[in-house]
């Protein structure tokens, strides 16, 4: 039962973290320890020059994880749906 | 110290005119001796980035006890972060402003003026003259417009 209702948050909380943009921003130091979402980012100065190209083919690469956690677990988000909240 | 942030100011002519290097405030004012370390944040687009490094990596050739801490951004949520920085008195020893912001930050006393270093004109010649302008709006002068290409011989595009 817990599981069932805790384990669509865990995936969302995934999702989250990942797409998490101003914490990593303000924490990270490091440009070698920066997340995806800000790595993205440093193709990107509207001020100069943008690397469009390397910047969408980054962006394309950082999907596979999202798309992995949701091929993988998609049982369990589903469950998750089905079994709390407003069904019609 | 503070010399040795002039000098690195002066090597990192590579980004457009209008952009400034500020250098923090709170650096010590004295010794040269013995390894520094000084904090550089830009934000910029890769080719900036890419350039930015290999000029860092020039500068630490010539100058193999100063190490230079990179940290850049892309310009979305750079300011969020000096933000941040600021509030946390943990403002990086060089980095990159626009001029518009200049004010905010020399009020709150975030950076150096440039003038209480010694010889400061004499070592400024070959530097783009916005710096001159800088005391009309600030009252002092904080930060080095950054002239590139006829300075350092190549090409950096509008990186």
């Known amino acids: 039962m817990f599981a069932t209702l805790l384990l669509p948050f865990e995936i969302k909380m995934i999702y989250w973290r990942w797409n998490d943009f101003i914490q990593p921003l303000l924490y990270l130091a490091k440009p070698k320890l920066y997340t995806v979402s800000v790595a993205l980012r ?30 993988f677990l998609q049982r369990h988000i589903v469950e998750g749906i089905s079994s709390t909240g407003l069904k019609g | 110290m503070k010399r040795v942030v002039l000098i690195l ?18 650096e010590p004012t004295t010794t040269t001796e013995g390894p520094v370390q000084l904090r550089l944040l830009w934000w910029g687009g890769q080719s900036r980035h890419d350039k930015t ?31 941040v920085l600021a509030a946390a008195e943990d403002v990086p020893d060089i980095f990159q402003i626009n001029i518009e912001r200049i004010p905010q930050y020399d ?14 004109n004499a070592k400024l010649i070959g530097f783009y003259r916005l710096v001159y302008y800088l005391p009309s709006i600030v009252g002092s002068s904080v930060a080095i417009a950054l002239v590139w290409r006829e300075f350092f011989g190549f090409s950096c595009g509008s990186g």
């Not at chain 2, 100011?9 to 709170?26: D, H, I, Q």
């Open chain 1, 42 to 71: 440093l193709f990107a100065d509207p001020t100069s020059v943008t690397n469009w190209g390397a910047m969408f083919a980054i962006a394309t690469v950082s999907l596979v994880p999202v798309i992995l956690v949701f091929l």
């Open chain 2, 53 to 83: 490094l290999k000029v860092i990596d020039m500068f630490q050739q010539s100058n193999p006890n100063i190490k230079i801490e990179a940290e850049y951004l892309g310009w979305s949520g750079y300011f969020d972060r000096m933000a």
């Open chain 2, 107 to 120: 009020q709150r006393g975030l950076i150096a003026n440039l003038y209480d270093i010694k010889d400061f």
């Open chain 2, 9 to 26: 100011a002066a090597c990192l002519l590579l980004m457009p005119a209008g952009l400034l290097l500020a250098t923090g405030a709170k």
